[in-house]
């Protein structure tokens, strides 16, 4: 016979997996991203940079790792999970061999960029660089002709016009292997002397990455509590065939300043003769925490 207790412990037993069952609903998920977000960051909205319908993004950015969005950002979180459209990205182009020739060793290689050090005999080191690294370019076979990438040399400002800021106080310059010598392409005339035309969305995609320091994303995975997006649609990188050139979508995520960290969406138009045009950015989602990064 069931006693009392028992019985109770049952009741219980039904109303927790009845609960859990609603908590798996739409809604559900919701509410759990909430809790497990408050249990990250508190009071998420102490933490949200706040909504500014007229924002504009500061375009090409002062660094490639600072927000872009010093007035607030013009989207709100939204109160479901996105609909994902996925495109096939490219492999990254990164050869270790070639590094490896050149006198040069990886130092942190499961890092997202990892550091490159040269011997000083090492042909790249006559370039000087204040720092150099190398970070997986979805550039895959889309460069035409196809000099490989070898990695990317910071220099100061005063050193050359650079391709993009790296930092605040440095600017991005690209090593590339050509004809069996190293080329250090400081300017987006050296890339267009180097590549140009650009007639194809493969080639577009990668060039575009490497003059902007922006990436192309794939394969967005949710993280629970660990997100909150601000798009109701988010699709992967891309670029579009518009005739004249290519209208290429890529993706800047700030990684320094204090978060939560903004990832936004970014346009930009490469024409067939290699130039590069911003256009504008979309903000897509926030990594949710609350501490500060130099």
Same mark, same amino acid.
């Given at each position: 016979?069931? @006693?009392?207790? @028992?019985?109770? !412990?049952?009741?219980?037993?039904?109303?927790?997996?009845?609960?859990?069952?609603?908590?798996?609903?739409?809604?559900?998920?919701?509410?759990?991203?909430?809790?497990?977000?408050?249990?990250?960051?508190?009071?998420?909205?102490?933490?949200?940079?706040?909504?500014?319908?007229?924002?504009?993004?500061?375009?090409?950015?002062?660094?490639?790792?600072?927000?872009?969005?010093?007035?607030?950002?013009?989207?709100?979180?939204?109160?479901? #999970?996105?609909?994902?459209?996925?495109?096939?990205?490219?492999?990254?182009?990164?050869?270790?061999?070639?590094?490896?020739?050149?006198?040069?060793?990886?130092?942190?290689?499961?890092?997202?960029?990892?550091?490159?050090?040269?011997?000083?005999?090492?042909?790249?080191?006559?370039?000087?660089?204040?720092?150099?690294?190398?970070?997986?370019?979805?550039?895959?076979?889309?460069?035409?002709?196809?000099?490989?990438?070898?990695?990317?040399?910071?220099? +100061?400002?005063?050193?050359?016009?650079?391709?993009?800021?790296?930092?605040?106080?440095?600017?991005?310059?690209?090593?590339?292997?050509?004809?069996?010598?190293?080329?250090?392409?400081? +300017?987006?005339?050296?890339?267009?002397?180097?590549?140009?035309?650009?007639? !194809?969305?493969?080639?577009?995609?990668?060039?575009? #990455?490497?003059?902007?320091?922006?990436?192309?994303?794939?394969?967005?995975?949710?993280?629970?509590?660990? #997100?909150?997006?601000?798009?109701?649609?988010?699709?992967?990188?891309?670029?579009?065939?518009?005739?004249?050139?290519?209208?290429?979508?890529?993706?800047?995520? #700030?990684?320094?300043?204090?978060?939560?960290?903004?990832? +936004?969406?970014?346009?930009?138009?490469?024409?067939?003769?290699?130039?590069?045009?911003?256009?504008?950015?979309?903000?897509?989602?926030?990594?949710?925490?609350?501490?500060?990064?130099?």
């Amino acid at each position: 016979m069931m @006693t009392n207790a @028992t019985s109770r !412990s049952a009741i219980w037993l039904v109303v927790v997996v009845l609960v859990s069952l609603v908590m798996l609903t739409a809604g559900g998920l919701f509410a759990l991203r909430q809790l497990a977000l408050w249990l990250i960051v508190g009071d998420a909205e102490e933490h949200i940079p706040p909504y500014n319908p007229d924002a504009k993004p500061s375009l090409p950015p002062h660094s490639r790792l600072y927000s872009i969005w010093p007035d607030g950002i013009p989207a709100m979180p939204i109160d479901a #999970q996105p609909h994902f459209i996925d495109h096939p990205g490219g492999q990254p182009e990164f050869d270790e061999a070639r590094l490896i020739e050149a006198g040069c060793t990886i130092r942190f290689p499961g890092n997202e960029e990892p550091r490159v050090e040269c011997d000083a005999d090492s042909p790249l080191a006559w370039f000087g660089c204040v720092s150099m690294r190398t970070y997986q370019h979805d550039i895959g076979s889309g460069l035409d002709p196809a000099h490989p990438f070898i990695a990317t040399c910071d220099l +100061s400002p005063g050193d050359g016009e650079g391709l993009y800021r790296a930092s605040p106080v440095g600017s991005a310059h690209h090593v590339f292997q050509v004809d069996g010598s190293y080329v250090l392409a400081s +300017s987006p005339a050296d890339m267009q002397e180097l590549f140009a035309p650009i007639d !194809s969305p493969e080639e577009a995609l990668a060039y575009a #990455q490497l003059l902007t320091g922006l990436s192309a994303l794939y394969e967005f995975k949710p993280r629970l509590g660990r #997100q909150l997006f601000l798009q109701e649609v988010i699709e992967d990188s891309r670029a579009t065939d518009l005739g004249h050139g290519y209208f290429v979508h890529l993706f800047h995520r #700030q990684g320094v300043g204090c978060g939560p960290f903004v990832t +936004s969406e970014v346009g930009v138009i490469v024409d067939r003769d290699g130039t590069v045009t911003w256009m504008d950015a979309t903000p897509v989602y926030l990594d949710l925490h609350s501490w500060c990064i130099d």
